[in-house]
């Protein structure tokens, strides 16, 4: 297996991407960038309000731009957000600038965690789930062909799935594939 100089957390809204990827990060040592985020600070403005003035199209476009910005680094955990294995170019990059891990959840789960949020746009329509299950539809194949990991993150707090997925990882760390600054 090629070493990769960063850990990707790529998964659906509510897998616990940015709560687990800061935990993995600080364990871990290596820095912590949320695309998400970073494409907020970008714009200046949040993820409803951009998705407001310039569409999905839009957000997509910023989205990829700061994850290809964030991938020219090392030494990091990136999480991305639930869209970002759309973009083919995306999916390209995240295999070439790291060791992908898919954080997953099923929809009742997703319920749970997000069924009541107001900062992600593409949840705010009358069903909820039926939204969900749609876009699992169509992006869990894509996580699937970018995971280099599947880690199951149903039922656990962003703590316990850390610590598993830390155990997890220390096959692939043996193995030189992941990043390392501390030993878990
Ligand atoms: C999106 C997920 C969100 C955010 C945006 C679009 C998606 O990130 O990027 O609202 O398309 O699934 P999280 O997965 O961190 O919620």
């Known amino acids: 297996m090629q070493s990769a100089p ?15 990827g800061r935990r993995l990060a600080d364990r871990l040592g290596l820095h912590f960038v949320d695309v998400d985020q ?23 476009e910023r989205e990829h731009a700061a994850l290809a910005s964030a991938l ?19 999916r390209r990059l995240m295999r070439e600038r790291g060791f992908v891990v898919h954080l997953h959840v099923s929809v009742e789960g997703q319920l749970r965690r997000v069924g009541h949020d107001r900062n992600r746009p593409l949840l705010q329509r009358p069903d909820r789930e039926r939204t969900l299950r749609e876009l699992a539809a169509v992006r869990e ?18 703590g316990r799935a850390t610590t598993e997925l830390i155990e997890r990882l220390a096959v692939h760390w043996q193995r030189g594939a992941i990043p390392s600054a501390n030993t878990p």
């Not at 960063?6 to 687990?20: D, R, Y």
């Not at 020219?72 to 995306?90: H, K, P, R």
């Open 38 to 60: 970073l494409v907020v600070e970008r714009a200046g403005a949040d993820i409803p309000t951009l998705f407001e003035h310039v569409g999905e199209a839009g957000f997509r």
């Open 72 to 90: 020219t680094g090392d030494g990091q955990v990136v999480s991305t957000g639930g869209g970002a294995v759309l973009g083919a170019e995306n």
């Open 141 to 158: 194949p894509l996580y699937a062909e970018v995971a280099d990991l599947h880690h199951d993150t149903e039922g656990l707090s962003p």
């Open 6 to 20: 960063n850990l990707i957390l790529v998964g659906p809204m509510g897998a616990g991407k940015t709560s687990i």
